[in-house]
């Protein structure tokens, strides 16, 4: 399993069903916790992301003073400070850092990692199905995963100086027209 997450109210059991996963192969795990105690417990141990839904308030407000098409940054109490940001991928190859290419193509900063791709499903066309048609699909981020125009991506950061970095390839370049 690439990605095992833990999203139930009670805390303990997050952190359990977390450390469980590791300990069967899980590549990564993340708990939701709530308590300040517990995500202060959970540092140092193989719980590699632990989200806290009250620092994601922070997160909502951040937004509003990024550049591109940053969608969120999440400051979370996590076992290493991790720090995450998602976007829209807008433009193509031509325009767009990201658009059309596989992530080991993609020049991440250093330590950051594409954690996941929310890829809406599209009609006929190629346009997005409007709200309440088909569920979008979640992928788990591969090297030889391509990201797509209109892909939601969320990339983790150790640093959060990094998130500048991360704002960057997001922007489109000059020549794209919406």
Same mark, same amino acid.
């Given at each position: 399993m690439d990605l095992f997450l833990a999203l139930t109210n009670d805390d303990e059991d997050n952190i359990m069903a977390c450390l469980l996963a590791k300990r069967m192969g899980a590549r990564r795990v993340l708990a939701l916790i709530n308590r300040q105690a517990y995500a202060d417990l959970v540092q140092g141990t193989q719980i590699d992301i632990a989200i806290s839904p009250a620092h994601a308030v922070i997160g909502e407000l951040l937004a509003h003073v990024r550049r591109g098409?940053?969608?969120? =940054?999440?400051?979370?109490?996590?076992?290493?400070?991790c720090r995450g940001?998602?976007? =829209? =991928?807008?433009?193509?190859?031509k325009t767009s850092r990201m658009a059309g290419r596989r992530i080991e193509e993609i020049d991440l900063p250093a330590g950051a990692r594409i954690g996941a791709?929310?890829?809406a499903c599209t009609g006929p066309t190629g346009s997005e199905v409007e709200p309440g048609g088909a569920k979008p699909n =979640?992928?788990?981020a591969h090297h030889d995963t391509v990201i797509a125009q209109h892909d939601h991506v969320i990339i983790f950061v150790p640093r959060k100086r990094m998130v500048r970095e991360i704002e960057k390839l997001f922007q489109v370049s000059a020549t794209f027209m919406f």
């Open positions: 098409d940053v969608e969120a =940054v999440r400051v979370q109490p996590a076992p290493r400070r940001a998602g976007g =829209v =991928v807008r433009g193509d190859r791709i929310v890829r =979640v992928i788990i």
